[in-house]
C-alpha cells in the first residue's frame, strides 16, 4: 500500500509514515498537505498550517525554494526520458503529422525532383548532416558536402519513418520552418496563422529575450535532460551525445523591459519555476507543423505530439517544461503553471511509468503548481532595477 511521511511533533524523528490507500494526500479545505523537509530525498509533507514553523531533527532538512527546483529538474528530466523512449507514448499525436510532412517532400519531388532536392539540401540538409555538429536529432556527423542531394533527400524521409523520436521532431521543425515558404502544395496558411499566435516577436530578440551564452566551455553530452553533469545517474543516459540548450545560456538578468518578457519572467519567478535556456520558440513551431500537417485538434493527439515535444527538449537538455508548456498552452493543451496532470495524455497517465513517476515525484507531479510557497521571496522580474529601459 502507498505511504507518505508526515510530520510528527510527537515522532523524535520528526515525521511518521502514513498508509494511503488512494496514493494521494487529502486535498481538501479541510485537509490539504503541503510539502515540508526531506529526508534521504523522501519528502516530509505537513498539514497546511502546521508547514511554516520549523523543528529539525537528524538527517531531516528543510523542503525550500533549492530543493523544490532540484526535484523539479529531476522530474521533467525523467519524464522527457520516458517519451524519448517510449514511442507509444505519443505515437498516435506524432505519426498523423509525419504522414503530412512526408506527403508534402513526396508531392514536391515528383513534381521536379532536382529542384525539390536541391532545395532540402540546401535549406536543411546540414541540419542533418552536420559537419562534426552536434545537433540532437542529427542523422550523421558527416559534411553534407559528401553526399548528393538526392541521398540528403533520401536519407530524411527515411528519418521520418524510422528515426528516433528526436530525428522525427527535428525534421517536423525543419521542414515548417525552412522548406513550406520555398516549395508549393504545403499547408502554408494553417502553419502561418499558428505562427502569429505562437511566437511573440520578442522571442527574436536578444535584448528582451532573457538569456546570453554562457562563457563555459561547451561540452556534448548524454546526460538525461536538464540535469547537471554531476546528477549522471539520475535519469537514464541520452541515447545521442549533444550540445544542450541549458548548457549554451544563462539567464539574462539585465535584459531589456518588454511587456510580455516581463509578464513571462514574473511567472517563472513567483512560482519558483525553471529557467533552462529561455522561452521555447522551438515549441512554437513545432506545433505549428504539427496544426498544419497533421490537423491535429484539441485533447489526446495534440497533448501525446506536445509530451514528444517534451521528450525532445526537456528530454533533450534543450529547455525546462515551463519554457515548452506555456508555448503548448496558446494552443490549447491545458496547462496550470508548475502543474502536469492536465497536460499529460492518456498514453501516459495510464501507463506503470506515470504510476512510479507521480509517486516518487508526488510533490511535483501532483503539487507542483504550489511551489510558489518556496520561491524564497522572489520579487517579479520587472522589478528588477537591473533591467535596462
Given amino acids: 500500500m502507498p505511504s507518505f511521511l508526515i510530520r510528527s511533533f510527537s515522532d523524535p524523528?520528526?515525521?511518521?509514515?502514513?498508509?494511503?490507500?488512494?496514493?494521494?494526500?487529502?486535498?481538501?479545505?479541510?485537509?490539504?498537505?503541503?510539502?515540508?523537509?526531506?529526508?534521504?530525498?523522501?519528502?516530509?509533507?505537513a498539514l497546511t498550517g502546521t508547514h511554516n514553523s520549523w523543528r529539525g531533527a537528524r538527517g531531516l532538512s528543510r523542503y525550500d525554494s533549492h530543493v523544490s527546483q532540484r526535484r523539479r529538474r529531476e522530474a521533467e528530466s525523467m519524464l522527457g526520458s520516458f517519451a524519448l523512449r517510449n514511442r507509444g507514448y505519443t505515437s498516435a499525436g506524432v505519426g498523423p503529422v509525419s504522414q503530412g510532412v512526408k506527403k508534402f517532400l513526396i508531392k514536391n519531388f515528383f513534381d521536379n525532383r532536382d529542384r525539390t532536392a536541391?532545395?532540402?539540401?540546401?535549406?536543411?540538409?546540414?541540419?542533418?548532416?552536420?559537419?562534426?555538429?552536434?545537433?540532437?536529432?542529427?542523422?550523421?556527423?558527416?559534411?553534407?558536402?559528401?553526399?548528393?542531394?538526392?541521398?540528403?533527400?533520401?536519407?530524411i524521409i527515411d528519418a521520418l519513418e524510422g528515426?528516433?523520436?528526436?530525428?522525427?521532431?527535428?525534421?517536423?521543425?525543419?521542414?515548417?520552418?525552412?522548406?513550406?515558404?520555398?516549395l508549393p502544395y504545403g499547408p502554408n496558411e494553417v502553419y502561418n496563422k499558428w505562427g502569429k499566435i505562437l511566437r511573440g516577436d520578442w522571442f527574436d530578440k536578444?535584448?528582451?529575450?532573457?538569456?546570453?551564452?554562457?562563457?563555459?566551455e561547451l561540452v556534448a553530452t548524454t546526460v538525461g535532460g536538464t540535469l547537471h553533469g554531476g546528477s549522471r545517474g539520475l535519469v537514464p543516459e541520452v541515447d545521442q551525445s549533444r550540445n544542450r540548450g541549458v548548457d549554451m545560456f544563462v539567464r539574462d538578468l539585465n535584459r531589456k523591459q518588454h511587456k510580455e518578457a516581463n509578464a513571462y519572467y514574473d511567472e517563472v519567478d513567483v512560482r519558483n519555476l525553471l529557467f533552462g535556456a529561455g522561452i521555447s520558440g522551438t515549441t512554437g513551431t513545432l506545433l505549428q507543423a504539427a496544426l498544419a500537417f497533421g490537423s491535429l485538434g484539441p485533447g489526446e493527439l495534440i497533448e501525446q505530439y506536445t509530451l514528444a515535444i517534451v521528450g525532445y527538449?526537456?528530454?533533450?537538455?534543450?529547455?525546462?517544461?515551463?519554457?515548452t508548456m506555456v508555448i503548448a498552452a496558446k494552443a490549447g493543451v491545458p496547462y496550470n503553471p508548475g502543474a502536469f496532470i492536465e497536460a499529460l495524455p492518456a498514453s501516459f497517465t495510464c501507463s506503470a511509468?506515470?504510476?512510479?513517476?507521480?509517486?516518487?515525484?508526488?510533490?511535483?507531479?501532483?503539487?507542483?503548481?504550489?511551489?510558489?510557497?518556496?520561491?524564497?521571496?522572489a520579487l517579479p522580474s520587472h522589478l528588477n532595477t537591473q533591467l535596462r529601459t
Fill in 13 to 45: 524523528r520528526g515525521y511518521t509514515e502514513v498508509q494511503s490507500p488512494s496514493g494521494k494526500l487529502p486535498r481538501s479545505r479541510e485537509e490539504s498537505y503541503v510539502p515540508w523537509g526531506i529526508v534521504r530525498n523522501t519528502v516530509v509533507y
Fill in 118 to 155: 536541391k532545395i532540402v539540401y540546401d535549406e536543411i540538409g546540414h541540419y542533418f548532416f552536420t559537419a562534426g555538429g552536434m545537433g540532437f536529432g542529427r542523422i550523421s556527423e558527416a559534411a553534407k558536402t559528401t553526399m548528393t542531394a538526392q541521398t540528403v533527400f533520401t536519407a
Fill in 163 to 182: 528515426g528516433s523520436i528526436q530525428q522525427v521532431l527535428a525534421v517536423h521543425d525543419a521542414v515548417g520552418r525552412k522548406l513550406l515558404s520555398k
Fill in 206 to 216: 536578444a535584448d528582451f529575450r532573457g538569456r546570453v551564452s554562457s562563457e563555459t
Fill in 313 to 323: 527538449l526537456v528530454g533533450g537538455g534543450m529547455h525546462s517544461y515551463h519554457e
Fill in 353 to 377: 511509468d506515470f504510476k512510479t513517476w507521480s509517486a516518487q515525484y508526488y510533490d511535483i507531479v501532483y503539487l507542483g503548481a504550489i511551489h510558489w510557497r518556496n520561491n524564497a521571496g
